[in-house]
């Protein structure tokens, strides 16, 4: 991944520097160019001021020819004067044959004889390159007496240019070699803390679920990477734990009812061996039931609270007049999101803490509004702690027969279905066991 990161980066800054360098290079041949025309014009305009005079009489002076040879000593520029009929009055590189019309047919020398200003830049043969300016000899009217044409060798332009695209090339060598380092040490720290999570992440899938990546390194997609790697970690050694907790509390509450049953056995009671292998059996029922709370119930749909109290409370009526307590139930509910089975199940275990805690002669009420359903009964009730407890697996007030478990499912079941239980205290000095469902919106 480094170098994925880095090829990426050094092709965005190639990308700038062509971006950047070819348009300044263009421009700085363009001006250089510019600048050397304007200038070979401004002595061309100059020689054609001095050949004004002579080309207008006709008569040869000498001090034209020393002008112009002395303007190729100093710059190098060849100046060329023809007269209106093309017969060369003046070369700066050497004297003219009387009568030569050696420039007459140029193009340029042609142009500026019919008036018009031209210049360019065209091979000189070789390697090298001139740059010629051509304009006509005319009076301040319209007249045209001949033309002045300069040629200027671009050796010096050239070089400049070429030194100017050196230039340019080291500053892009020097750009590109400090974003290469920039880009291997950000690439590095991108790649490096992905590489320690990969590494944590490896510990934890062997089995060491106790590795947790760090959460302060490299940038912040990477630590929001960490903290959710470590976040699932952790919940999954939770998961593991709570189910490591079950199965040693489940085996060792299991090895009582184990170790009674044997007893029996061998003292040859054989009625008390039943009872505690029935217990053994229904504690083993409720295990189950509390693996399989997931499963259970049905998918959540639309319940009528009010229904389902209604179907239990008349089911468990039965046995409540047996003991002697009252139970009814109040209220209209509404309704709820949740499954069927379930919410009987959760009804089921309330129902039977509260008889199994309700005195003879007492009373349990139950009510349903909206999605909220108290159980309350008028039993000896629990202290906070206790209340707070009473949902731990196993737990149990007293060495009253149960398995401790009911409450545990409750709790359970009750979640699948998004909603919430607890126990209260109430005010007839009992318990009041609330569970509020998600209500179903209109
Ligand atoms: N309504 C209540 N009144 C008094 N004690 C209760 C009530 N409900 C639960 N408890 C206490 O909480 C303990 C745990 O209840 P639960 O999880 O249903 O297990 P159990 O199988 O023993 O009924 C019970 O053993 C009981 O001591
Ligand atoms: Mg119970």
Redesign the pocket.
């Known amino acids: 991944m480094t170098w994925r990161l880095l090829a990426s980066y050094l092709a965005l800054t190639i990308v700038v520097l062509i971006a950047l360098e070819v348009p300044l290079l263009i421009l700085y041949q363009r001006n250089e160019r510019q600048d050397l025309t304007s200038k070979v014009e401004r002595d061309a305009f100059a020689a054609a001021s001095l050949a004004e005079d002579q080309l207008q009489s006709g008569d040869n002076s000498p001090g034209l020819e020393r002008t112009v040879r002395n303007y190729q000593a100093q710059t190098g520029g060849r100046i060329v004067i023809v007269d209106i009929g093309g017969h060369t009055i003046a070369d700066s590189r050497g004297p003219v044959a009387a009568g030569s019309r050696a420039f007459a047919n140029q193009a340029e020398i042609v142009a500026a004889l019919h008036g018009k200003t031209v210049s360019g830049i065209r091979s000189a043969g070789d390697e090298s390159h001139v740059l010629y300016v051509a304009i006509p000899v005319e009076s301040a009217g319209a007249s045209v007496f001949g033309a002045v044409r300069i040629t200027y060798p671009t050796s010096a332009l050239d070089r400049r240019i070429s030194r100017y695209r050196l230039a340019l090339a080291a500053v892009a060598v020097i750009v590109l070699a400090v974003a290469a380092l920039i880009g291997l040490l950000l690439a590095r720290s991108i790649a490096r803390p992905l590489r320690r999570l990969e590494g944590v992440a490896a510990r934890v899938g062997g089995g060491e679920l106790s590795a947790r990546a760090s959460e302060t390194d490299g940038p912040s997609d990477v630590r929001s990477l960490a903290s959710e790697f470590n976040r699932a970690t952790a919940k999954l050694a939770a998961l593991l734990g709570s189910q490591e907790q079950f199965v040693a509390d489940a085996s060792h509450e299991l090895r009582t009812p184990l170790t009674a049953l044997r007893l029996r056995l061998e003292n040859g009671e054989t009625d008390a061996a039943l009872i505690e292998a029935e217990r053994l059996a229904g504690l083993v029922d409720e295990l189950l039931e509390l693996a399989r709370a997931d499963a259970s119930g049905g998918a959540p749909g639309d319940l009528a609270l009010g229904d389902v109290v209604e179907r239990r409370v008349e089911l468990w009526s039965a046995l409540a007049e047996e003991r002697g307590v009252q139970l009814e139930w109040r209220g209209t509910g509404g309704l709820i999101r949740a499954g069927e089975g379930r919410v009987e199940q959760v009804l089921d275990?309330l129902l039977?803490?509260?008889l199994?805690?309700s005195p003879p002669g007492s009373a349990i009420t139950v009510t349903a509004d909206g999605g909220e359903l108290h159980v309350v009964?008028e039993?000896?009730?629990?202290n906070a702690e206790?209340r707070e407890r009473?949902f731990d697996r196993f737990?149990?007030?007293?060495k009253?027969p149960?398995?401790?478990?009911?409450?545990?499912i409750a709790k359970r079941l009750v979640e699948l279905d998004g909603g919430t239980i607890e126990?209260q205290a109430a005010a007839t000095g009992?318990?009041d066991?609330v569970v509020s469902y998600p209500v179903r919106r209109a």
Do not use: C, F, K, Y
């Open positions: 275990n039977s803490n509260a199994d805690a009964d039993g000896a009730g629990l206790q009473a737990w149990r007030a007293s009253a149960g398995s401790g478990l009911g409450l545990s126990l009992g318990v066991a």
